[in-house]
């Protein structure tokens, strides 16, 4: 793909008229952290085409998180993963400590935002890992 290294990147030809091409480019998955902006989608498509004499419509799709994996297993083995304890997601989260005693006991559901919460809090160890390693 040019000059990006992008993966779980979709770049599909929709229709070729001409001298014209509409393409719909879409981010699939989180390769590293990255999640990228309609913008940044749209250069990417520029970049392939851009030796070309074609014009380009582009239809960016950006990364769409799905949280019905998050439950209480995925957290929980998560905390593990990363030796992260109850009061770490206090003070890191700003979550009140019977609000969290709830939602971990199971007795507060788990709404999206929470959901979404969990996931890119993680999501930042995962990406640091390799800092944090060298720190110890």
Known sequence: ??????TGIQIELLELDGN???????????????????KQLVDIVKSVFEPTTLQTKVIPVVYSL????????????????FGIKRKDLI??????????????????????????????YFLTYEINKEFRASLI
């Open 1 to 6: 793909m040019g000059k990006h290294k992008a």
């Open 20 to 38: 014209t091409a509409r393409v719909k480019i879409c981010q699939k998955s989180i390769f590293n952290g990255y999640i990228l902006n309609q």
């Open 66 to 81: 799905q949280v019905n994996h998050i439950d209480l297993d995925w957290i929980t083995s998560k905390m593990q993963e």
């Open 91 to 120: 003070k890191q989260l700003a979550i009140d400590k019977s609000s969290l005693s709830l939602i971990l006991s199971g007795k507060r559901e788990l709404s999206k935002p929470i959901r979404a919460t969990f996931f890119y």
